[in-house]
């Protein structure tokens, strides 16, 4: 079985986030970069079906060469290669049209992917790819098996779980659930040094077009002051709650 495991990199979210030239543009000064948590999950998965099944695992991501930190960590965390489409992640829809040249181009049977980046939480991705590439589709993926060319897919819908079943090639959008967080995987030291021998291709745009783009960023307003009120003093809590609060 061939994987891809589509990777995005995102700011980890410890980061302090700051924006430039009038809010139009995301200030990458001093921020840490991340594989993003749902397409870790989905990586952790992919290396289960490697060490199970046999499978081959490749990663791919959309972006510049200071991305590659990121691919070569997930080599290090045991994908056997890596593509960087040298292209800028601009919007849903270009990543969406770089991602499935490379999947057409890969005769991949299993495409995993994160249902959303945690950078701008599209949730657009994976669905366009599948269909700009005629697969199979299931998000909000939690659990998956394989056998032979039939997918067993549990995913979480509004108030509980679906199971459905489908054939490969499949494409999912994966998150927590599909494994848990006690099963991710840092890289050891021999990861690290085998990472620097599997191969990181390079391949051109294609020249994709894009739907969207970004007017400014605006920050959550900041909290209020806090009110610290004795455990005793029901009366001043009442007061607070129906005078400032209006929350009775």
Not at 79 to 94: E, N, Q
Request: aromatic share 4%; hydrophobic share 40%.
């Amino acid at each position: 079985m061939k994987i891809l495991v589509c990777i995005s990199h995102v700011p980890d979210t410890t980061s302090k986030i700051n924006f430039t030239d009038n809010n139009t543009q995301f200030d990458t000064n001093g921020v840490q970069y991340v594989i993003n948590p749902n397409d870790e999950f989905g990586l952790t998965r992919a290396m289960w079906f490697k060490e199970k099944q046999g499978a081959s695992v490749e990663v791919v991501t959309v972006g510049g060469a200071d991305v590659e930190p990121t691919l070569r960590k997930a080599l290090a965390i045991g994908a056997d290669s890596a593509t960087r489409v040298d292209a800028p992640a601009l919007d849903g829809y270009a990543v969406a049209q770089e991602l499935a040249a490379v999947v057409k181009n890969g005769g991949y049977d299993l495409v995993i992917a994160g249902r959303e980046s945690i950078d701008y939480n599209g949730g657009m991705v994976p669905g366009m790819v599948a269909a700009m590439t005629g697969s199979s589709f299931v998000n909000t993926c939690i659990s998956l098996e394989i056998d032979g060319n039939t997918a067993t897919a549990i995913r979480e819908i509004d108030g509980g779980k679906e199971t459905v079943s489908t054939t490969l090639p499949l494409i999912i959008g994966g998150q927590k659930g599909l494994v848990e967080e006690s099963d991710l995987r840092i890289p050891n030291m021999r990861g690290i040094m085998m990472a620097r021998k599997k191969p990181l291709n390079v391949v051109p745009s294609v020249a994709t077009a894009t739907e969207t783009k970004t007017v400014s960023f605006e920050k959550p307003a900041p909290k209020g002051d806090v009110k610290l009120v004795a455990a005793d003093n029901l009366d001043q809590l009442i007061d607070l709650l129906h005078n400032e609060a209006k929350a009775i």
